[in-house]
Nanobody
Framework: QVQLVESGGGSVQPGGSLTLSCAAS?????????????MAWFRQAPGKEREGVAT???????SYADSVQGRFTISKDNAKKTLYLQLNTLKPEDTAVYYC??????????????????????WGRGTQVSVSS
């Protein structure tokens, strides 16, 4: 059984940067089923629906929401069993709880996975990112 734990959130000023991490517990074989599938970051601001931020597939192909394109970067280190999200040029509207998610389906990232949060099989508990001056 794989569990995901996010870290790295915090409070920053507009224009600042953060690096979020999502560490996976469990054996390497179980983690491998997810890293060979589809991994993603979502976020949810107060009073809003959960929003897809970025996905990464088994070979490292990435996709981003238009709102974060060019500012955020998703990556993963399979040896460390960790998913990352680099957040640059942060804006107040980026304030939200950020969640990592994963699914073993290799097909999920081939379609619009950012719009399908319910398709992801496992989730972390989230880490808060607050951007204000």
């Amino acid at each position: 059984q794989v569990q995901l734990v996010e870290s790295g959130g915090g409070s920053v000023q507009p224009g600042g940067s953060l690096t979020l991490s999502c560490a996976a517990s469990g054996d390497t074989y179980s983690y491998g089923s997810y890293s060979s599938g589809c991994m993603a970051w979502f976020r949810q601001a107060p009073g809003k629906e959960r929003e897809g931020v970025a996905t990464i597939d088994s070979v490292g192909t990435t996709s981003y929401a238009d709102s974060v394109q060019g500012r955020f970067t998703i990556s993963k280190d399979n040896a460390k069993k960790t998913l990352y999200l680099q957040l640059n040029t942060l804006k107040p509207e980026d304030t939200a709880v950020y969640y990592c998610a994963a699914d073993s389906s290799p097909f999920l990232c081939l379609r619009n996975a950012l719009a399908e949060p319910k398709s992801f099989g496992i989730w972390g508990r989230g880490t808060q990112v607050s951007v204000s001056s």
